[in-house]
């Protein structure tokens, strides 16, 4: 049969040598059913086969171009001799390869077909076995293969038969063990599984288990679902030693043991603040991640990091130790037995943006840090405080002067079970200070909405603080200032904020210092309104608080003025009511007539109880003469004042002695034009 095949063939050959064109396929006479080719098919584009035709059609190998005379064969029947073939001719027969050139296409014992360097191009490609291709591969038609198909270089392949179609290094793959799978029906491409190269250094992309199967294929390390901290720490270590970043894709990690950092400059980032989510197993008892002491530059982004705190004894989302310059953007601290986030001893220029911190079992964050910067940040229903803010935990203690100088703007903190915000000192006695809290929101904590204790040199300034003491009404107040084991609470400045109660749960106080110790802080500018039993409890003598919208403070001296209206006997003149929310005690009142009535009209001025003058008491003018344009001062006997001062005066919201009215008494007063002016002093 091998002796017919080789006859077959040289036939073939020679009808191609002297009747073949160019478009001539190779006819049905050079068809030989009974050949058999198994091996890979590579021919190499270095070794031109000389065969006296542009066309040869043979085992479903369709080659384009192939010029000159073929030499005679040797050997008869069963091949056993080489034969003296051109370049590009390669017949195989028992015991091994017939017809060797120098270089080219080989074929071995178990039909393997391989190019030795050379390129494929323009033909169907049919092979039971392996194809090894050293450069390109451009099939222009059909190709079948059995085996693998192994291209070093590109590969293009017009149609590919449905079926499995294992890629070896094919377009920079290196391994695949499970294959590709073509569906002509739906002309689609699936892969179970690809090892490529992705030419990455810096940069590696964990996948999780969920992700899809195209993110799985170009990762380098893939999660199956349990213990996928393994994979993150193995990314982690493969980095170099100056860092780089650490994709994670997919939505759910479950996290069975501690991911510790401890190289600088890496960065582990996800999708977006809901996924990834990173969840601790069942009785982890630990923390979620750990940047070591001494670590900076470390940067978390897009991340969910769940807790499942219940199932947990200890445990917080990440923990820092003397770090320096590290940044969080849109990470979810959610449900840790502990903190959300634990920042212990002194570390140094960490960034919080668009952090959530809720749900967890103490505070959502424990901060003992300086120059640190928080921006749209929520702290939320955590089952102690929002944030619990220590001074520095070093011995000896920094210097009295030096601040820590951290900044939270626009942040919330609401619906936290003990207090909002909680600064004490440190257990080595060092109390925090220089903090600024810019814009914030503090609304609906069970207990007080700022506590501070012992804490020095801090600014609470436009912020929105309301509706906190939800765990017992009229019980905590919006601010409270209370000493600490060491320190007093002073030299703070709360300004130009909304300090109120809207809710049926009332604040104590707007702001509230304990006792005389707390003082020589600055209240300047608020809003304080609403509170059920105050505005402002002033405990200290040095305190200065002034210009509180609806609070003026005891001895903070205020002015009111208005214009005089003229008319009739009876008619009122002015009346004035107190705005204060407080009790306030009338200095003194000033009457301006700038146009006198000639008809001599006499003028009341005193303490009522409404704008009608009922029940008119103390005095400040009486009888005052209207047909002289003049400035009357209460207090000066010769300008018709009754030299009254120091009249009590009830706050707004009393039904008696809240007015300052003047009348006039008699005789027309049509004509007086003319202003008022009052002051007072908070009471």
Known sequence: MKRKIFIGLLLAVLLCMFGCTS??????????????????ILPDINNIRDLGSNALYWNSLWVTNINGAP??????????????????????????????????????????????????????IWADNDVNITNDLDVTDDADIGGNLQVTGSASISTLTSGRLPFIAAGGLLTDELGFEYDTATNTLSVDHINAPTGRSVTYVVAASDAPAHVKAQADYVCDGTADDVEIAAAIA????????IQLMGSSFSISSKITISKSYVTICGESIEFPTLTLANNVNDDMFYITSGTYCVRMENLHLAGNRYNQTAGSGVRLVVVYDNEFKSIFFDSFKEYGCKIETKSTGLSFVDCYMGNNGRSGMYLRSEQDFFYQCCFYGNAQYGIEIRGYNVDPPPVASVGTESTFLSCRFQGNLWSGIYMDESSYGQPPYGYQF?????????????????????????????????????????????????????????????????????????????????????????????????????????????GNKDYIAPGEVRTASGS??????????????????????????????????????????????????????????????GETAQINDSWVAGDGGTQT?????????????????????DNDGSSIVGSYYIEYEGK
């Open 71 to 124: 030499y005679a064969g040797g050997g008869g029947g069963d091949v056993s001799a080489a034969a003296n073939l051109a370049d590009n001719t390669i017949i195989r027969g028992d015991g091994g390869l017939k017809g060797v050139q120098d270089s080219g296409i080989t074929i071995d014992d178990f039909d393997n077909l391989d190019t030795n360097g050379g390129d494929i191009t323009g033909f169907d």
């Open 438 to 546: 810019i814009g914030c929101q503090v609304v609906g904590n069970y207990q007080h909405g700022f506590y501070l204790k012992g804490a020095k040199r801090n600014i609470i300034q436009d912020c929105t603080i309301r509706d906190n003491s939800q765990q017992t009404t009229n019980t905590y107040d919006g601010i409270f200032l209370d000493n600490s084991t060491h320190y007093n609470c002073e030299y703070n400045v709360i300004a130009n904020s909304i300090i109120l109660s809207q809710w049926a749960k009332v604040q104590r106080y707007g702001i509230n210092e304990s006792d005389a110790n707390q003082t020589n802080n600055q209240i300047t500018g608020n809003i304080i309104k609403g509170n059920g039993t105050g505005g402002v409890n002033k405990g200290g003598s040095s305190s200065l608080i002034f």
């Open 23 to 40: 478009a001539d396929r190779i006819t049905e006479d050079m068809y030989v059913s009974d050949l058999d080719v198994a091996g890979d």
């Open 645 to 665: 001062k120091w009249v009590f005066c009830q706050d707004s919201a009393s039904a008696t002695d809240g007015w300052i009215v003047a009348k006039i008494l």
């Open 564 to 625: 005089l209206t003229g008319g009739a006997a009876n008619a009122i003149l002015f009346a004035w009511h107190n705005p204060e929310l407080q009790d306030i005690v009338i200095k003194k009142v000033v009457i301006y007539i700038t146009t006198a009535d000639a008809d001599a009209a006499n003028i009341d001025c005193g303490i009522a109880d409404d704008a009608s003058y009922t029940n008119g008491g103390t005095e400040f003018f009486d009888d005052l003469a």
């Open 238 to 245: 493969a980095l170099p030693a100056g860092g780089g970043s």
